[in-house]
């Protein structure tokens, strides 16, 4: 998926914008390669969303795509299989297989349900017929218990829906090359896509939560930003990160997905403490970080013993914010805090095992909640 955006409202958005416009995905690779399977990024006529490794075989894939966009017909979708050392002179020296994709403006009933899914987090497989003649029905959503779209042939899509439900069982982000049962030539791309796992609250407008929100918009997470001061929020933020004005903070994080990373970087003490009281009285999430200091941390663990809290769970939260990721950055600016605070949050979600949950909706708007 393109990183800190949603890959196919950004394909139906330069579909509508252009009228055409390419989805690359890496449906294969063997051996050291930019980037994993299952990663896609969107070629415009005039700009690209996300990206699969950059360098020269990104820069090939946005050429071959660009070409295919000035064709008309459009053709079919079809495999590129690039060995990165022989053909691109790129040291990693794998070998990735891409798959292109051209949608063009028209009914895509497909197209509206994996937007659907992106918002609503719900786990899909993408199944995009390869080779096997030039009917232009190619795709499909599978879901659990929905299918959209066609492959052109109702054994192709039985076969497709057959394909695609036991990996969506998996929900894990894979990618698999099937034989079409049928005969016909054709190959299936099955692109299975889980539900955003990297939930992060940052509680605070100030100079470091405005860096942090920017320095998460490249990260693949979905952001609520939480701030009483609806008026010192930026115009704009990143395509991943929701703007929510509220005076009641503490109900987001009741409301927060299990296995959320919470960073409190409030311009306020005593909120500071309701927050993390708060945090510690449903303690299922996976990152608790609190700006401050040393001596600040001493006063918020005595405040929150008296309470009735544990040792044990006081443990768990980490103040200062981004001293524990290896990383010995002692700098106070804003953007080195922010830098080593998401460094910190990604060590601890590649240790920990991944948690499915419900994706909010990660695009760019403002949602005023009254008290």
């Known amino acids: 998926m393109p990183d800190g955006m949603q890959t196919f409202a950004a394909l139906a958005a330069r579909v509508a914008r252009d009228r055409r416009a390419v989805l690359v995905t890496v449906a294969h690779a063997t051996g050291s390669t930019p980037r ?212 009641l903070p503490e109900a987001e994080l009741n409301a927060a997905p299990h296995g959320a990373f919470v960073v409190v970087t409030t311009h306020n003490h005593a909120l500071d403490l309701d927050l993390v009281t708060a945090a510690f009285a449903r303690d299922d999430w996976r990152y608790l970080g609190l700006i401050g200091s040393a001596s600040k941390r001493n006063q918020f663990e005595k405040r929150l013993l008296a309470r009735g809290f544990t040792p044990e769970r006081f443990a768990r939260l980490v103040c200062p914010i981004g001293r524990s990721a290896g990383v010995a950055i002692r700098s106070k600016e804003p953007g080195a805090i922010a830098v080593a605070v998401a460094a910190e949050m990604l060590a601890l979600r590649e240790k920990t095992d991944i948690v499915p949950v419900a994706t909010l909706n990660p695009t760019a708007r403002r949602r005023a909640i009254t008290s």
């Open 36 to 247: 994993e399977p299952g990663t896609a990024m969107v070629v415009g006529a005039h700009d690209i969303a996300g990206t699969i490794g950059g360098g020269h075989l990104e820069f090939e894939a946005i050429r071959l795509a660009r070409d295919a966009l000035a064709h008309d017909p459009a053709p079919a979708p079809w495999l590129v299989r690039f060995p990165l050392a022989a053909r691109l002179g790129q040291c990693c020296g794998g070998v990735a297989t891409l798959a292109f994709a051209v949608v063009v403006d028209e009914v895509h009933a497909w197209l509206d349900t994996a937007v659907a899914c992106e918002r609503t987090g719900t786990v899909m497989a993408i199944v995009t017929r390869i080779g096997g003649g030039d009917d232009r029905r190619q795709h499909m959503v599978v879901t659990a218990d929905h299918a959209a779209g066609s492959l052109g042939d109702t054994a192709l899509d039985s076969a497709a829906v057959g394909a695609a439900r036991p990996r969506i069982a998996g929900r894990r982000q894979d990618t698999a090359l099937v034989a079409s049962p049928t005969g016909d030539g054709s190959t299936l791309l099955v692109h299975t896509i889980p539900p955003c796992d990297f939930h992060v609250l940052v509680f605070g407008n100030g100079h470091v939560g405005r860096a942090l929100v920017q320095v998460l918009g490249a990260l693949p997470a979905a952001v609520r930003w939480i701030d009483a001061r609806d008026a010192d929020f930026p115009q704009t933020v990143p395509g991943n990160v929701e703007i929510v004005a509220t005076d």
